[in-house]
């Protein structure tokens, strides 16, 4: 039979065949592929500009964004007749210089997104994969409340949990976070369903693993590229949802600036003075969509299968 | 005594093995019948493997064989039945115990692709059963995991690798090495070689009946390839529909098949030789096994079928030593 013919040089061949390779993981291929996306890589640049800004904003502002001057209510920018160079996009209501405060305003929603999608996504990780992976009652029980706080109006859950709460920046973190932390779960949980059926999950079970270890260290790893776009593209998502809350004063409160209250305190003048809101407006603008362009990057080179 | 006892005690003893799904969801359960809405992958299959041998078990997609490989091991929990391994009964055993148990048998998949964690690298991959079943520090579970390579025909330099960077040869073996570095005594092996290239096919298979003899290994051959079952088996075991129809010893089973469905199997084998007979083909497809036949499964699509067999199912027979068929054809022929 052939089969025989073919055994005496069976192993020694393959011993050979992969040994030049350089070693190299599934995540620095994606890396690798990420970085050949031009406009991803300024977004992220553009999103370390804001997170730098953010942490050195004291050594940015020209001014103290405190500090208000009544002579210099509603200032205009520096190109405009009025304006001068050491206030260079003018001053809002109260006399103070909109640039810094608009800086000072990183600093807000940067912690917020960041600190939301943290609590979120370890949250909803920890769900999904439990979900997923155990099935039955602890699906059920989970998948309950997920559906229900979907049926919710973010803005009104929101809303609701700020009059309740009071404001403050850990009850925003909370009050997003609480409905927030469903997205990833139903990324985690779809994608463990998925995972909990490959073979080398029954492998693994077979040697006798733990359902810890299976879903800690099997499947969590394979799970976690479209965690990690889902919530970068939630985190724009997150800072919109911030500055909204700010613009309606549940929010941050005065006199710290937040680019949604920033908005909110010049739209009485919004005629007279359009600068006081546009500034904060361009910067949420621009943070939100350097976050989407980078996560969109994200999503090509970590994800394919949810490229459009 | 006892050796005497430990010859005559089969390793594994499968006995009435059940493995039913049900298909009904939610609120369905309290509306529909449950007869025509339970999958019988598995129904009533009992078998002896016996310490040392290969045990080849073919029968079409389908048929419950790969059901039968993960029910064995309790990857899948039996509807009733019993699986004794070395005399210990499994589904008694607690979750603790099964997982000391779960040392001695093992199993290797069929997709080398699927099979492998593509985040977790050889060295994790092989390692995990030391990590599991021996208290070993980093540097011995290093060392056993490049022996076990070593073994399988790679190499130490490539338990830093992951497995989109091995062929699928390769990654077979890195599946085998996985199996076999916790020292079990029972391997299933489920279609080990059917996704594999003809040429692979020939190394893997020799490298697995090598590992059977310096380890001294038992085998549950899975395959729907009857060339590959009848060279490596002791033993083969035709199954359809979830049941065993026929087994026996590998050569005289497949030089004289007794019963209808596995002269059928063995008729649908290309041969070479030019002309020949006419080749008796099976009409029609399996039933399904949401609703199977009637008495003898295979009354449907037999060249043999007769009244009584659509009425009583029948019984296995012997119809020579250690071959036994479950056909009402051979009722009554010589023990």
């Known amino acids: 039979m052939s089969v025989q013919a073919v055994e005496a040089r069976a192993p020694a061949k393959a011993a050979t065949d992969a040994v030049a390779q350089p070693v190299e993981s599934i995540f620095i291929a994606n890396l690798r592929d990420f970085r050949r996306n031009r406009l991803a890589v300024a977004s992220v640049a553009m999103v370390g500009l804001f997170a730098l800004m953010a942490i050195f904003a004291p050594y940015l502002a020209p001014h103290d964004p405190y500090a208000s001057d009544l002579f210099r209510r509603l200032q205009p920018p520096a190109w405009l007749d009025g304006g001068e160079w050491a206030y260079p996009m003018g001053c809002d209501g109260l006399g103070r210089d909109i640039l810094s405060r608009a800086i000072y305003g990183a600093r807000v929603s940067m912690t917020i997104g960041v600190a939301v999608m943290m609590v979120a996504a370890m949250a909803g990780m920890i769900a999904g994969l439990a979900a997923g992976y155990l099935r039955g009652w602890t699906d059920i029980a989970i998948s309950r409340v997920v559906d229900v706080l979907l049926g919710f109006p973010y803005l009104i859950l929101a809303i609701g949990l700020m009059a309740a709460m009071g404001p403050g920046l850990g009850n925003i973190v909370l009050a997003l976070a609480i409905k927030e932390w469903v997205l990833p779960c139903r990324v985690a949980r779809a994608e463990t369903l998925a995972a909990r059926e490959m073979e080398y999950v029954e492998a693994a079970r077979a040697l006798g693993a733990s359902r810890l270890h299976i879903m800690l260290r099997e499947i969590l790893p394979n799970i976690l590229s479209p965690l990690i776009v889902v919530c970068t593209m939630r985190m724009a998502w997150i800072i919109i949802m911030e500055a909204s809350l700010s613009f309606l004063g549940l929010g941050v409160q005065p006199p710290v600036p937040s680019w949604g209250s920033m908005v909110a305190d010049g739209r009485q003048f919004l005629i007279g003075a359009w600068w006081v809101s546009t500034l904060p407006g361009v910067m949420i603008l621009l943070l939100v969509l350097a976050i989407n362009l980078a996560s969109q990057g994200l999503r090509d080179a970590f994800d394919p299968r949810m490229r459009t | ?335």
């Open chain 2, 1 to 335: 005594m006892t050796a005497a006892l430990q010859e005559a005690r089969p390793l594994v003893a499968v006995r009435g093995l059940h493995k039913h799904y049900d298909l009904r969801r939610g609120l369905r359960r309290l509306v529909d019948r449950p007869a025509q809405h339970t999958v019988r992958a598995l129904d009533g299959v009992t078998l002896d493997i016996r310490r040392g041998e290969t045990l080849g078990v073919i029968g079409e997609s389908g048929c419950g064989k790969s059901t039968l490989g993960r029910t064995v091991l309790r990857l899948l929990e039996p509807t009733s039945g019993s699986v004794a391994f070395d005399g210990v009964e499994l589904s008694t055993l607690d979750p603790a115990a099964m997982t000391v148990m779960r040392r001695h048998m093992q199993i290797i998949f069929q997709d080398p692709y699927a099979s492998l964690n593509p985040r977790r690298t050889v060295e994790q991959i092989v390692g995990l059963g030391i990590a599991i079943h021996a208290r070993n520090t980093a540097h011995e579970t290093r060392e056993r995991v490049a022996d076990m390579l070593q073994r399988v025909g790679l190499s130490p330099a490539h338990m830093r690798r992951y497995p989109h960077q091995f062929s699928g040869g390769q990654r077979q073996r890195i599946g085998i090495a996985r199996a076999l570095v916790v020292k079990p005594q029972f391997v299933v092996c489920d279609e080990p070689v059917s996704a594999l290239d003809v040429s692979i096919q020939a190394q893997i298979l020799a490298l697995l009946a090598e590992l059977k003899r310096e380890l001294g290994l038992t085998y549950l051959f899975i395959s729907h390839d009857l060339a590959v079952v009848g060279h490596v088996s002791d033993r083969v075991a035709v199954m359809y529909l979830g049941q065993v129809v026929e087994l026996g010893p590998a050569r005289a089973l497949l030089k004289s098949p007794a019963h209808p469905y596995t002269q059928a199997l063995l008729a649908a084998v290309p041969r070479v030789e030019a002309g020949g007979g006419e080749r008796q083909r099976l009409q029609g497809d399996v039933p399904s096994p949401l609703r199977p036949p009637s008495g003898c499964r295979f009354h449907t699509r037999c060249p043999h079928a007769m009244a009584k067999c659509s009425a009583i199912a029948p019984t296995p027979v012997m119809v020579a030593p250690g071959h036994a068929v479950a056909c009402h054809l051979h009722e009554g022929a010589p023990a």
